[in-house]
């Protein structure tokens, strides 16, 4: 998927997730509150707003590995590997498709040479996978930061807890999402891969049987 629009991916995997750690760990840490932070926002100039952008794709970029890795670590032992998930499930429906082997990088390839026009719809996909799996590390970082902050200064505000713990369950919620969104972009470049090998298989043995006829 390196061939990936690059605005689209930039967007979605590290200026929006990377916006969204820098306001959640200023909330988390006490180093902002919501009417210093709306105050803020209301201040900003273009030149503000372009450094703010900026600082968003590098913290995004810095901590997207982390990201991959927290996911990883959740959906590996749950689910197992989305490649094979979405090849075995394909093969069940497709048990006559010459497919052999799941290798996403060949088939996007493949799918953009063939059919550029499918590609748009497995790269929003995959984006909005992106997106889910960083925003996913910004809420785990935003809640366990809170949650640790408030036992050390011995909060006794169960709500404030309450708000920890939804962030946590939020930043579960989108490791799914997340492998969802990366489920259907692979999902359709396989679909797309199938329909296009499967004309081209049946193209070749009318040719070969026009042939042998003549």
Do not use: C, P
């Given at each position: 998927?390196?061939?990936?629009?690059?605005?689209?991916?930039?967007?979605?995997?590290?200026i929006i997730p990377g916006i969204a750690i820098?306001?959640?760990m200023g909330l988390a840490l006490n180093v902002v509150d919501i009417v210093q932070l709306q105050a803020l926002v209301s201040g900003l100039t273009?030149?503000?707003s372009i450094a703010y952008i900026f600082l968003g794709y590098v913290v995004g970029f810095i901590t997207e590995g982390l990201a991959i890795r927290y996911?990883?670590?959740i959906l590996d032992r749950m689910r197992g590997d989305l490649g094979n998930r979405v090849f075995t499930k394909f093969s069940?429906?497709?048990p006559e498709a010459k497919v052999k082997n799941f290798d996403i990088n060949y088939i996007y390839s493949f799918v953009?040479?063939?059919s550029p026009d499918s590609i748009e719809k497995a790269d929003t996909f995959?984006?909005?996978g992106s997106l889910a799996r960083n925003l996913s590390f910004a809420f785990l970082l935003f809640g366990a930061t809170s949650l640790v902050r408030y036992i050390i200064l011995g909060n006794t505000i169960l709500w404030f807890y309450g708000i920890s713990m939804l962030a946590i369950l939020l930043s579960i919620y989108l490791v799914f999402q997340a492998d969802n969104f990366r489920g259907r972009s692979h999902r359709h470049l396989l679909n797309i891969y199938y329909v296009i090998t499967e004309a081209?298989?049946?193209s070749n043995e009318s040719k070969n049987r026009v042939k042998r006829k003549s």
């Open positions: 998927m390196s061939q990936i629009r690059l605005g689209l991916f930039d967007l979605f995997s590290y820098i306001i959640f273009l030149v503000s996911v990883s670590l069940e429906i497709h953009a040479v063939n995959f984006a909005l081209t298989i049946k």
